[in-house]
């Protein structure tokens, strides 16, 4: 079955980079869209961002100046760039492939990742 | 962006009770709607999807209605392992949106 692990820096200083990479084990990549999904400490999930096997990107307004997501397809990776982080982007970060229903529109996370912790201080 | 808004925060409920988590969505989503289960320390499960959908693998004692802007998740006698926070979110459009999360306690 399809498997999705996280992978990337568990700390990152204030005003740097933040990047992650998804690993997708178990089956192919094609005709789903792949999501960035995050959860601060004790609080509820925000979806970040997906891209479509095909390249096609969206991005959540409140972050998307700071966003860049890219998948490699011949890797079965995809992956996370967030810019100028700040303590507020502490949290879990999730990547989950997203399912289409049988119209072909979206449907549902059914596939998560493990999650990986990422801190951002100084 | 469309805001989802769950009932209550917490509630606790004993074993065998029927246990039911409101979601209402700030403009209608028809029916593009899903449940998850999240315990603690773990990701979240698929329970339900497309408000009425029972996911592949999930018991049968959970169940989701609703449609337009206000939608359920039913679990129609408790048990110890549905101790979780439980979370709707819609996929109607972008940016995908969550509710604030319902946490279910096992009196």
């Known amino acids: 079955q399809v498997q999705l692990q996280e992978s990337g820096p568990g700390l990152v200083k204030p005003s740097e980079t933040l990047s992650l990479i998804c690993s997708v084990s178990?089956?192919?990549?094609?005709?789903?869209?792949w999501n960035w999904i995050r959860q601060p400490p004790g609080k509820g999930l925000e979806w970040i961002a997906y891209?479509?096997?095909?390249?096609?990107?969206n991005y959540s307004p409140s972050l998307k100046s700071r966003i860049t997501i890219s998948i490699d397809t011949s890797k079965n990776q995809f992956s996370l760039k967030l810019s100028s982080v700040t303590a507020a982007d502490t949290a879990l970060y999730y990547c989950?492939?997203?399912?289409?229903?049988?119209?072909?529109?979206?449907?549902?996370?059914?596939?998560w990742g493990q999650g990986t912790m990422v801190t951002i201080s100084s | 962006d469309i805001q989802m808004t769950q009932s209550v925060s917490s509630l606790s409920a004993s074993v065998g009770d029927r246990v039911t988590i409101t979601c209402r969505a700030s403009?209608?989503?028809?029916?593009?709607v899903n449940w998850y289960q999240q315990k603690e320390g773990k990701a979240p499960k698929l329970l339900i999807h497309a408000a009425s959908s029972l996911e592949s693998g999930v018991p049968s004692r959970f169940s989701g209605s609703g449609s337009g802007t206000e939608f359920t998740l039913t679990i129609s006698s408790l048990q110890p392992e549905d101790s979780a926070t439980y979370y709707c979110q819609q996929s109607y459009s972008t940016p995908f949106t969550f509710g604030q999360g319902t946490r279910l306690e096992i009196k």
């Open positions: 989950a492939r997203l399912r289409a229903d049988s119209s072909a529109y979206f449907d549902a996370f059914d596939i």
């Open positions: 178990g089956g192919s990549m094609s005709r789903y869209h």
């Open positions: 891209i479509y096997y095909n390249g096609n990107t």
């Open positions: 403009q209608t989503i028809t029916s593009y």
